[in-house]
Each structure stands twice: as structure tokens, then as C-alpha cells.
């Protein structure tokens, strides 16, 4: 994950975007990039969508880690930390023993 986040913020800073970003419009560009990924879904079935697009899932998946890289990074937020913070959250609000898998 370092070497994702260093990547990313090197692109960034080597073409001096940083001062056109902030976080509403960085909040924004995740969004609309999750919908250009939902697009290669639309009127399709998983399977039909992955045969034919596999490639651009594949490429709008990467655009909203870099944008919610650059997001973090304005917000002074540390991802691996708060990915596993939020793990622990969900472990304790949806445990084991109850879900739908091993129910009985």
C-alpha cells in the first residue's frame, strides 16, 4: 500500500496538480469514476459485463484508488490504518457466528 500511495503522490506532485485539488473535488472525482465503473455494468449480467470489459473495470477500479489516495493524503489520513480500524468495526457489527453462511 506505501508503495501505491508514494507512486500516486510522486504522479501528482511531478505535474504540480496538488494545488487543484481538494477535498470536495477529489470527493467528487471518486464518485464519478464509481459510476463510470457501475457503467460496464449496466443492462448486463457479471459475467457479461467482465467478458466484455474486464479491461476498463480493471482501469476505473485503479482511477478511484488514486483519487481516494490523493483524498486521504489532503486529509492527512492514514488508509492502512483506518482500513484496519474499520475491519475491527465490522468484525464486532457482523460476526461470525452470525452470518448468513453459518446460521443453523
Known sequence: MKEIQQKVLEFRDERD?????????LAISISLEANELLENFQWRT???AIA???QNIKEEIADILIYLVQL???????LEE???NKLVKN???YP?????ERVK
Open 17 to 25: 496538480w496538488k494545488k487543484y485539488h481538494n477535498e470536495k473535488d
Open 46 to 48: 457479471s459475467e457479461e
Open 52 to 54: 466484455v470489459s474486464k
Open 72 to 78: 486521504a493524503d489532503k486529509m492527512e489520513i492514514n
Open 82 to 84: 483506518e482500513v484496519l
Open 91 to 93: 468484525a464486532i457489527k
Open 96 to 100: 461470525l457466528n452470525k452470518s448468513k
